[in-house]
């Protein structure tokens, strides 16, 4: 055994046998980081330099490098930092391992007891329900967190280059933001549909970041199907909104395709809530832009993912422009006199100027982290936060779509490993929408 200065043999050799698992699946974090230093194992210029690798693989090695060499104790604590991170598979990897014994395990016991931090372990087995897997599929172990960073501003030289070519979004506030968030559901009426832990992070994210550019954000926790209908009905009958350039309704929740569940485990139709901000029924938002961001699943099947490889490109679609062609023609057959145009108003299409951003695709599972928050919600703040300054929604909506694609769940030991998500959106927006954050234009 090694003295005080170094770590005890047989904790070494468990580390050493294990070495290959801990450097491949192993998530290194901040408050992995933070747990070693409460215990004095790392230095703050230790956990600069292990964090400061990009490579997960190469951020596990430098701190299976330093561990044997931080005192007796650095595996004690190195395995409860596994523990209170939910990596239960490692921490089970090294607690069978035969260099382990009482002395080392009534360590572990007396620290938890010691800490003032009692972490969820919702994580730690990921559940298949009855009737439903959403949840299974929804919650996804991953080691970003949501930014902090301030929402960037608009420069006046960009406004006045952009501002002809798109929606006007002169008023402050920009708009009012409605979030209804669905957490916890009613165990009788829907014993399917679990708490959604890591909802209250993203309705949070929301607020905060809607409320840096401008808006006015209500947030409503778990309504009913019909509790949600009432509240967006008064939503899109404020007055306020004749006086505001815009719009957005963030709608939180457990979904399948074309609908989201109140906490009864009714459905909301999401082709309802469009309707109720068409230009027919929402008259006080015409020509202004409407925001819908949807964080659901979309339906039960899991994304696992392909290997990348090249194959041929996606042929247009037939026969739409013989369709319009023909409708054209016979609109030009039945043309109204020019006398008789004069003195009709401008028609609206039924519905128009409309952006919503989907967390996943149709038929698929949307990825949710039950301490930080989903993917998607994530990106969608971190784009806004960094982009909105000099970048239009479709654009950076294109940029979360590639954020997302990039993502892989963690969750060694299930079938939810290297799990992927891909979102998407749909539009109807007839220019461009910047949000021009901090920049209000004097007249």
């Known amino acids: 055994m090694l003295g005080e200065c170094g ?17 491949k699946e192993m ?9 070693l230093q409460a215990d004095e194992i790392l230095t703050d210029s230790m956990a600069e330099s292990i964090l ?14 330093l561990l044997p060499k931080r005192g007796p ?9 596994l523990k209170d991170t939910e990596q239960h598979h490692l921490y089970n990897l090294l607690a069978d391992s035969p260099e382990r014994d009482s002395r080392v395990r009534g360590r572990e016991r007396e620290r938890s007891k010691e800490s003032p931090l009692q972490l969820s372990t919702e ?12 949840e299974s599929m929804e919650i996804c172990l991953d080691a970003d967190s949501p930014i902090t960073t301030a929402v960037h501003p608009t420069t006046q030289e960009f406004y006045l280059s952009h501002c002809d070519q798109s929606y006007s979004m002169t008023s402050s506030p920009r708009g009012l933001g409605l979030v209804i968030s669905n957490v916890t559901f009613d165990p009788c009426a829907a014993p ?16 905060k970041v809607f409320t840096e550019l401008d808006y006015i954000v209500t947030i409503q926790r778990d309504l009913t199907a019909q509790g949600m209908r009432t509240c967006i009905e008064q939503f899109s009958r404020r007055q ?5 350039s815009s719009c957005v309704v963030c709608l939180l929740s457990h979904g399948v395709e074309g609908a989201v569940y109140g906490t009864d485990g009714q459905l909301m139709e999401l082709d309802w809530v469009f309707e109720v901000f068409d230009n027919a029924h929402c008259p006080l938002l015409q020509n202004k832009p409407k925001m819908f961001f949807i964080q659901a699943c979309r339906g039960e099947e899991m994304d696992c993912g392909v290997e990348m490889s090249d194959g041929p490109e996606r042929t247009q679609s037939p026969g739409c422009e013989q369709r319009d062609a023909g409708r054209e023609g016979e609109g030009d057959g039945n043309a109204t006199p020019t006398d008789e145009r004069g003195r009709l108003r401008v028609k609206l299409p039924q519905r128009s100027d409309m952006i919503c951003g989907f967390a996943s695709l149709k038929g698929t599972a949307a990825m949710r982290n039950t301490k930080r928050g989903s993917w998607f919600i994530q990106e969608l703040n971190s784009a806004l936060r960094l982009r909105a300054k000099d970048t239009h929604l479709s654009d950076i909506l294109v940029q979360v779509n590639g954020r997302i694609k990039d993502r892989e769940g963690y969750a060694p030991g299930t079938p939810h490993h290297r799990c992927k998500e891909m979102s998407e959106y749909t539009s109807s ?13 004097e007249y």
Not at 27 to 35: A, P
Not at 54 to 59: C, F, G, L, P
Request: proline letters at 2%.
């Open 123 to 134: 994580e730690e087995v990921v559940k298949t329900k009855r009737a439903r897997t959403h």
């Open 52 to 65: 400061a690798a990009q490579i997960s693989q190469k951020r596990n090695w430098c701190l299976l490098s």
């Open 192 to 207: 399917d549909l679990d708490t959604r832990k890591g909802g209250e992070v993203d309705e949070e994210v929301l607020r």
């Open 240 to 244: 306020e909104h004749q006086t505001v």
């Open 429 to 441: 927006l007839c220019k461009d929408l910047y949000l021009f954050p901090k920049y209000h234009p």
């Open 27 to 35: 998530v290194v974090d901040e408050l992995f980081i933070q747990s």
């Open 73 to 81: 104790h650095a595996f004690s604590s190195f395995c409860s930092a």
């Open 7 to 23: 770590m005890l043999e047989r904790d070494k050799r468990a580390l050493r046998r294990n070495s290959v698992t801990l450097c």
